[in-house]
């Protein structure tokens, strides 16, 4: 290995990807910390994973389906909702568990040196286990509903991917705040539960006032939630730009992510 | 292209304090902060903690950093594995730097002995097959072999540093730096832990040894720096730092005359500590009196501790009133005199330092009063110096013959 030369922090700077590459040994470790403990513990670990959304998917086909009466494109309200879950918990789960993470492992930043960055990235291991066994019961639920998605399926990942970069830029952001901005882990989910809400997870865009669609056309978690309703269910697809703009807000979203995070991670360990 | 371990450059480290700011930890108050004051500019207090140091180290040295309280020591160490930037110069690495700033960081409770060496040594920056090739090593080392499937919180606290230090003695970085890590674990652990380290530094790795304890650094460094104030005032053989660490002493007494440069919370600090007989000898007791003045506001009761330390640092004796049941009330002035008795120093020069606690440190006064021991021996019989140099007292002792 070549000389390591270490200079003070200049304004802004991508992150060495070829450090961050050669500890990729502590992502795994921290991933599988975190599904590790998260499973054994508790007894109910796997269960919450599949009650959770069946009962906000129960809820929400109550509420919005049963006493709303709102439309869901044909599909029966519970599917429809579910789906929507599934890729919401996806996106609001990794910025949920990220954001807190380097405060929660300060102890860790102030004491040895490697890419910090690698704490937040890791929390996603475990929200994408959570989604994998969802993702099973989406299954069986289609089977029993007798829905057939069509080849649309087969888009899913790129759906995930972009749903995790969505979070992660968000929660590398959050979790550098939060080193230095202990109220931002108080404002967070208030403001994930109103973007919650203004997101058509738990409704259909065909509920929507069309005054008020513009306020759903310029959001791009409800241009991703009509791309997994679309490799889900096999609903109309949304636009083509609204499935690049996904992928174009995912990657505007994970950079200014890390040029946040890239700002502060070297004074890290004199504010924690 | 340099053929050190380790090489820095004007190497400044600055902690800005920031005046206005201080206490806002709240995105709300900074936003209301910026709006009420849009164009103020922050004003800062600055604190140097390292100012222009700098030094080779070559490869295959156990270097030793001393210095007192507050001088820098653990700063560098910081700047140097890499945890906090620097604020000026450079630093030139001839190869990955393990840390082993604390033992068991990144332990989680939970986790099994194994998941927790995997976890622990991939932070310290163990690749995978490093840390699979040198397991059987580390579980050896640790004595921990049949608890490996146990979670840690269930491990005794030897163990559990055992186990520690053991992942961290198994690095396989070129460059390992460690900061007074040897205080833990029993004695035999500690003198193996002393044997790897040296293996490490006579197979041309560099360690970096961070400690208050001068005899460690005399026993296990092969040169040493000493630091003064953040600035590098020696760097070269351990005798050299260590004579530079006891000729601080008279300029680090002015300072720390000044009761506001001392540790501690300051609610409660001494007036005075002095040593009633300036010059004894080995058998003398040993009359410290201190005056401490009244402070109503502090709730509860206090108490006092002082400690016979060596010209090395090392503390000799540790006298605290609590032992003797003795609680002071923050509502009267106390003058307080502590005997020593039963303490046969060495000839030389020995200081007190004296803390006022409660649950946390109120003040504490190194080197508050400083005495010498008298070149005289209290056994019958005249003898070569030889049969005195080793140990840190002297005792009263007899041999009968049976």
Known sequence: MGRMIVTPPKGLSLPRWSEVWEAREVLWRFGLRDVVLRYRQTVVGVAWVIIQPLMSAGVFTIIFGNVADLPSGGMPYFLFTFAGMLGWNLFGGVVERSAPSLVANQSLVAKVFFPRMLVPMSSAFSVLIDFVVALGLMVVLLVVFGVNPGWAILTLPIWVMLAVLLGLGIGLAASTLLVRYRDVGYVLPWLLQLLFFATPVAYSLEAVPEQLEWLFTINPLSWLMESYRWALLGLDAPPLWQMLGVAGAAIVVMSAGLLVYQRFEREFADVI | ?402
């Not at chain 2, 923050?330 to 020593?340: D, F, I, M, S």
Request: with cysteine; hydrophobic share 40%; net charge negative.
């Open chain 2, 1 to 402: 292209m340099r053929d050190t371990a380790i090489s820095v450059e004007q190497l400044t480290k600055v902690y800005r304090i920031n005046r206005r700011a201080a206490g806002i930890d709240r995105i709300t108050d900074a936003v209301v902060d910026m709006l009420k004051n849009p164009l103020r500019r922050p004003t800062y207090d600055e604190f140097r903690a390292i100012q222009d140091v700098t030094f080779d180290i070559p490869w295959g040295e156990a270097v030793g950093i001393v210095g007192r309280n507050g001088a820098g020591k653990s700063t560098l160490l910081k700047l140097l594995t890499r945890i906090t930037a620097p604020t000026e110069g450079l630093i030139d690495l001839g190869g990955r730097v393990g840390s082993l700033l604390e033992v068991g960081t990144g332990f989680h409770p939970e986790l099994t002995g194994r998941e927790n060496i995997y976890l622990n040594g991939a932070l310290l920056g163990m690749t995978r097959k490093e840390i699979r090739r040198r397991f059987d090593e580390i579980v050896d080392f640790s004595g921990v072999e049949k608890f490996l499937e146990t979670p840690v919180k269930r491990y005794s606290s030897g163990m559990y540093v055992r186990l520690a230090f053991s992942v961290a003695a198994h690095l396989e970085t070129e460059i390992l730096a460690i900061d007074e890590v040897l205080a833990v674990g029993d004695a035999e652990f500690q003198a193996r832990s002393l044997a790897k380290m040296r293996s490490a530094a006579a197979e041309g790795r560099t360690v970096l040894y961070v400690s208050h304890q001068l005899h460690t650094v005399t026993a296990l460094c092969s040169s040493a720096m000493y630091l003064d104030k953040g600035r590098l005032s020696h760097y070269g053989t351990v005798d050299g730092a260590l004579e530079a660490y006891r000729e601080s002493l008279a300029s680090f007494r002015v300072e720390q005359r000044d009761a506001s440069r001392r540790e501690g919370t300051g609610e409660i600090r001494f007036d005075s500590v002095q040593v009633t007989q300036q010059q004894q000898s080995p058998t003398d007791d040993t009359v410290v009196v201190m005056r401490l003045p009244a402070a109503p506001h502090v709730p509860g009761s206090y108490f006092v501790s002082c400690h016979v330390e060596d010209h090395n640092g090392a503390t000799i004796a540790q006298c605290d009133s609590r032992a003797v049941g003795e609680w002071f009330d923050p509502e009267q002035a106390h003058e307080v005199e502590l005997t020593v008795r039963g303490l046969w120093l060495k000839p030389g020069t020995y200081s007190i330092k004296a803390s006022v606690c409660q649950n946390g440190i109120l003040d504490s006064w190194e080197a508050a009063d400083v005495f010498d021991v008298l070149p005289q021996y209290p056994y019958p019989v005249q003898t070569s110096d030889e049969a005195f140099k080793a140990g840190l007292v002297l005792t009263d002792f007899s041999y009968e013959r049976s």
